[in-house]
């Protein structure tokens, strides 16, 4: 018995390095004994985390040259750097360790081989600096290890739905097996006005579990055939709505229903397992009002002068501008859409995620109390019928940037039929809050231009004011003119204003 196990020693003289003391001695003072990152999860974790498993090269090319930049592992996003260790490890050790992360806590895959390392070593030996995870995720995207819904199928309908349809009522024009495990709409929403809805199997652990829901415009979580959350309205993301509840370990059933209306989509849906911190995302998108991974750095206007912010702003376009008012009052206005797209009472917007996140997504309102404003775009011609609508892509409107005052109040710079829209937002405090809009055109037009105010369901209207849910808006110079469900302003008298109380 003794001859053989000797023998056996013999023959395997480099796989006998001892991965698990190696990694002890090179790895676990940040990444934890455990896997599951050092100082209670300030590092990253091994165990459970797709970077490691799958293509070996990812994982030698992290301990080889480090890795700095923001890594997004099960649901947490990390901005640290791991320093390089190819130089103090030789092939042999590189291999034995990452064998052993492979292959604990519960990662199962296959052994990585001295070849490989020594392969990936050479093809990366002109290489300085460290990774970051986009350069490691183009070269080798993740392998989905476990995908977060069993058994996921979606229902797809067409439809113009302004609130939560009865699903039993509607005949789907796509039913699919989702094997990606992840809510996601974006392979069917190419057009507007549609509505989804998802089954799968959720494994939970036993305990009081806290669900994230966020989209635009509604959508209805169940769980086990009961509503847990519930966004009902049309509107922008930045609704999050967080509610916990209670499971017994086991496989739960997930269903969630989701409708859009016209323009911007957005949904996410998480769940953050009790005593966890990091959040389970279920849908392709993560809602990033849910949680936070950078610190607060909270714009505020001064006491008397707005404040500018363009960045990525949730609710809006790529090409969002928002601006504080003083006095709590402020818009997201789309220069793609050319139109304020957003308004809001309250704080204007926490910085932190673009400052230190580098521009990773979306940044919502920081306060909850937004409300959607056009959800098209804006300007466009008046024709024969009654709507402005669409506008015609022959005649090209362009945004060509904004005005302050003296004050700071923006105006913002559209052309159209070789004519040029001033677009000015005032806030009011007093009687307030409410926003003041005035709109002139400068030049001949070619054409009438008009302005399409607002598209969504109408509680009242007249030639000078309407009113939506949460919104009243009243126009001097000028009148409105109704079709369906949209507001449209023609540009003709020398200054309009609208006034927006919501
Ligand atoms: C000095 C601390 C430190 C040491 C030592 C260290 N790491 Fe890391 N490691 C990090 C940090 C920090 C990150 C995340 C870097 C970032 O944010 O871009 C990381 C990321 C990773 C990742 C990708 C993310 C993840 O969690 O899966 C892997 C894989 C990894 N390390 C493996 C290792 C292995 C194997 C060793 C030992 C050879 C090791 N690390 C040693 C700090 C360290």
Known sequence: MR???????????????????????????????????????????????????????????????????????????????????????????????????????????????????????????????????????????????????????????????????????????????????????????????????????????????????????????????????????????????????????????????????????????????????????????????????????????SADRPIIYRNFIQGTTARGIGVGFPGGINIAYSADHLSAELLWTGDFIDAGHHWTDRGVGYEPPASKKVFALSKVGAFSFASESTTAWPATSEIPVRFRGYQLSPEGNPTFLVDAAKARVLDGYEAVTHPGPAMLRTLRVEGKPTQTISLLVYEGNLQTKQPDRFSAEGLSVTVTGGQFRYSNNTVVLDLTAAQSQLRYNW
């Open 3 to 301: 001859k053989i196990l000797f023998l056996l020693s013999l023959a395997l003289p480099l796989a006998a390095q001892d991965g698990g003391q190696l990694y002890g001695l090179y790895c676990s003072a940040c990444h934890g004994a455990d896997g599951k990152g050092a100082t209670g999860g300030q590092f990253p974790p091994l165990a459970g985390s797709p970077w490691p498993m799958g293509n070996p090269d990812r994982g030698i090319k992290i301990v080889l040259h480090g890795l700095h930049q923001p890594v997004e592992v099960n649901g947490k996003t990390y901005n640290l750097e791991m320093p390089p260790q190819g130089a103090a490890l030789p092939d042999d050790q590189i291999a034995a360790i990452l064998t052993h992360v492979r292959s604990s806590w519960g990662n199962k895959a296959a052994a990585v081989s001295v070849d490989q390392v020594k392969k990936v070593r050479a093809a990366t030996m002109q290489r300085k600096e460290h990774w970051t995870a986009a350069e490691l995720l183009k070269q080798h995207p993740l392998e989905n290890a476990k995908p977060a819904l069993a058994n996921l199928i979606s229902h797809h309908y067409k439809g113009s739905f302004t609130s939560m349809p009865d699903f039993s009522k509607l005949k789907p024009d796509a039913v699919e097996e989702e094997p990606s495990g992840l809510i996601d709409y974006s392979s069917y929403a190419k057009t507007d006005h549609f509505a989804m809805t998802w089954e799968g199997d959720l494994e939970t652990p036993g305990g009081k579990h806290e669900f994230y829901l966020d989209s635009d415009d509604g959508s209805r979580l169940w769980v086990d055939g009961k509503v847990v959350a519930e966004i009902k309205t049309l509107g922008p993301v930045g609704r999050t709505v967080k509610k916990g509840v209670d499971l017994k370990a086991g496989t739960h059933k997930i269903r969630l229903e989701y409708f859009e209306f016209t323009a911007n989509e957005g949904l996410s849906v998480g769940v953050k397992f009790a005593k966890q911190r990091s959040i389970l995302w279920l849908s392709k998108e993560k809602g990033s009002s849910a949680v936070k991974t950078w610190p607060e750095i909270m714009l505020k206007p």
